[in-house]
C-alpha cells in the first residue's frame, strides 16, 4: 500500500535522524538570493576528529552548531538551477568539494529543493 504524502513525510523526517559520517571534504550552507534569482552553495573546510566530529583543519577545534565566531567560506557556488549549482559542484570545480556519495545526494535533493522554493517564492531552510 502506497504511502500518504503525510506518512512519506514522517518516515524522511525519521530518516533524516539517522547517524551519519561527515564528509571529510567538508560542509554546505545553501540559501537563496533572490535578488539575483541565484541558488549559493558556501563550501567549508573541516576535518573529521577521532571521534567522527567535524573540526577546524587549522586549529583541530570542534566546529559549533551555533553561536561561535562566523567562519568563512573556502568556495562559493552559485547559480539559478539546482542543475546548474550542482555542475558547478561535482564537475567544474578542481578538486571535487564532495568526497561522498551520500553527501552528494544529500546535497541535490537540498538544491532541488532550494529551486523549488526559489521558483514558488517560499521561504528556503536547509535540512
Keep these: 500500500m502506497a504511502m500518504t504524502p503525510q506518512q512519506r513525510r514522517r518516515h524522511d523526517d525519521r530518516l533524516s535522524r ?8 567538508g560542509y554546505f550552507l545553501i540559501f537563496l538570493d ?13 576535518i573529521i576528529n577521532d571521534q567522527g566530529l567535524a573540526a577546524d583543519p ?8 551555533r553561536d561561535g565566531d562566523p567562519r568563512q567560506p573556502v568556495a562559493t557556488y552559485r547559480g539559478c538551477s539546482a542543475k546548474e549549482v550542482g ?11 564532495v568526497s561522498r556519495l551520500d553527501h552528494a545526494l544529500y546535497l ?14 517560499r ?5
Design 58 to 65: 587549522e586549529t583541530g577545534e570542534v566546529l559549533a552548531c
Design 34 to 46: 533572490r535578488d539575483a534569482g541565484d541558488i549559493v552553495a558556501e563550501h567549508y573546510s573541516n
Design 108 to 121: 541535490g535533493r537540498e538544491l532541488q529543493r532550494a529551486e523549488a522554493c526559489l521558483e514558488s517564492g
Design 87 to 97: 555542475i558547478r559542484l561535482v564537475e567544474e570545480a578542481d578538486p571535487c568539494p
Design 123 to 127: 521561504d528556503y531552510v536547509q535540512d
Design 18 to 25: 539517522r547517524a551519519i559520517a561527515l564528509d571529510p571534504s
